[in-house]
């Protein structure tokens, strides 16, 4: 009997071992393919010129590859997603967990989990027909495709997993810990803000990380809302993301400098997005073993 049971542990164990190794081997077989094709384009333009260029035009009569314009707008856009998506999920997350009525919990939980299954190009398609001609309106601008339609609709897209994932860590904290806040004569707002919040800042945080990915990674709902030009990024101007330009250019790119030169945008996307993801988890366990 115990001979079986150690037998089908270790075949478990063996099972998510080579599931955790394909896992790692996918990454690393997509690092070492994006670098590959990505780096013959980088040296061929010059480092400088490719990241700190400020036009980009492939198919000019000389062309030029600057990229400057995509990681500024990459940086602007993810940003303002944060700063308007992260507050609202927040304390829409510690409402829910904390002070809403069953009925109405219930609801709007079905609610965030419909809007985390609608598809990318939903939000593209509705941002496109409603948010940009209201931009167009509200801010008497030539267009609405915007940066800030860009922006708003992002925050609207990470919302979904802020708020789900902030819930199911507000509501693991032991319940003793909000008991004993409230015997010591705290309000209940004192004690979600003060004891529950604290308790669960590592989920919250992983939260924040999953809303900062989608943000970044976003293509299609982004690339109809912002105009996708390859202009310096403001706020009421068509701009161009780094995922846009390489989903938006792959499909005539031909086989010379220009397609090398978008998975040179690709590579750099990539390091992007595990600079963000290093640089958080960084601060995340600074800040656990302070």
Known sequence: MKNSKRLFENTVHGIFLVLGLITVGCVLLITVYLVISGLPA??????AKFLFGKVWSPTGAEPEFGILPFILTSVYGTAGAILLGVP???FAAVYLAKAAPPRLKSTVESAVSLLAGIPSVVYGLVGMLV???GIRKLFNVPDGASLLAAIIVLAVMILPSIIKVSMTALEAVPKEYEDASLALGATP??????????????????AVVLGVGRAIGEAMAVMMVSGNVANMPSLFQSVRFLTTAVASEMSYAGQGLHRQALFSVALVLFLFIMLINAALNFFLKRKDKA
């Open 189 to 206: 707002e004192e004690t979600w803000f003060r004891v529950s919040v604290p308790a669960a800042k590592s989920g919250i945080a992983a």
């Open 88 to 90: 609202v999920g927040f």
């Open 42 to 47: 980088i040296r061929e333009i010059g480092l």
């Open 131 to 133: 948010l940009v001609p």
